[in-house]
């Protein structure tokens, strides 16, 4: 509920989900949110698709992707080993490291992406949804990084950022943009993530709070579309 914080009617409506209630107010107010009766927002930064089932997101990710008419940008991530440690420890550390953040990042102009690290400077958060705008050279690094206009308003160059994953016997630290393809989104891969704008696909909700779950990732009413069929006390 901390994501919500101020959206005193969304408050309310997590709250009776997460006891497993469904009365007609909280049916009334999720309807209104579904895509047939809400406009999409008109800022080029489009929902994200939030799934409930282990789809493959990153096929579905790529497949937008590839449909953007503009030059694809790859970012490698430069990987750095500490500690003495076998070729098993080595590798267990780099699979850890990329459930973290990729070891290659490929963008283009009008590439829908996610911020996966707060930034309270920007007021940005993990979770923080934009569309890339541009790509900047800079001269001190003599790199290109992705510009990125955020929901918020904030317009920046995205720069690097270092990501540790320590082990008994070493540790590697990973230098790579804070960013993913955002068109879609498991609930799972989204897990302790703060999404400003969602569509949420509750229709394949399989386990019990998942709707809870998948709905409080969001932070407010104002942020959600939904698609697929009502949410009825059964789904709930």
């Known amino acids: 509920v901390v994501r919500q914080s101020g959206d005193t009617a969304f408050i309310n409506l ?3 989900i997460r006891l497993g209630k469904c009365p007609s107010e909280v049916t009334q ?3 209104a949110c579904h895509v047939s009766r809400k406009p999409l927002p008109v800022d080029g930064i489009v929902p994200t698709k939030l799934y409930c089932t282990n789809r493959n997101v990153d096929e579905e990710n790529n497949r937008n992707l590839a449909k953007l008419p503009a030059r694809e940008m790859v970012f490698v991530a430069t990987d750095i080993m500490k ?3 076998s070729r098993d420890v080595a590798k ?3 699979q850890a490291m990329d459930k973290k953040t990729p070891s290659e990042i490929r963008l283009k102009v009008g590439a829908q992406v996610i911020l996966t690290r707060n ?3 920007n007021n940005l958060v993990n979770g923080s949804r934009g569309v890339v705008v541009a790509f900047e050279q800079c001269n001190a690094e003599k790199k290109v990084y992705p510009v990125v ?3 918020n308003g904030v317009r920046m160059t995205v720069r690097d950022e270092n990501v540790f994953q320590g082990a008994a016997a070493g540790a590697m630290t990973r230098s790579q943009l804070p960013l993913k ?6 609930v799972h891969k989204s897990q302790g993530m703060t999404i400003e704008r969602a569509e949420l696909q509750l229709d394949d909700a399989f386990d019990y709070g998942q709707v809870y779950v998948a709905l409080s990732r969001v932070t407010s009413l104002e942020g959600l579309w939904l698609c ?3 949410i009825t006390q059964a789904v709930v």
């Open 14 to 16: 997590l709250n009776q």
């Open 29 to 31: 107010s999720l309807e």
């Open 83 to 85: 500690g003495g440690y």
């Open 92 to 94: 267990n550390l780099v």
């Open 119 to 121: 930034m309270p400077q």
């Open 149 to 151: 206009q955020f929901t």
């Open 181 to 186: 393809l955002a068109w879609s989104l498991t």
């Open 228 to 230: 697929g069929g009502k």
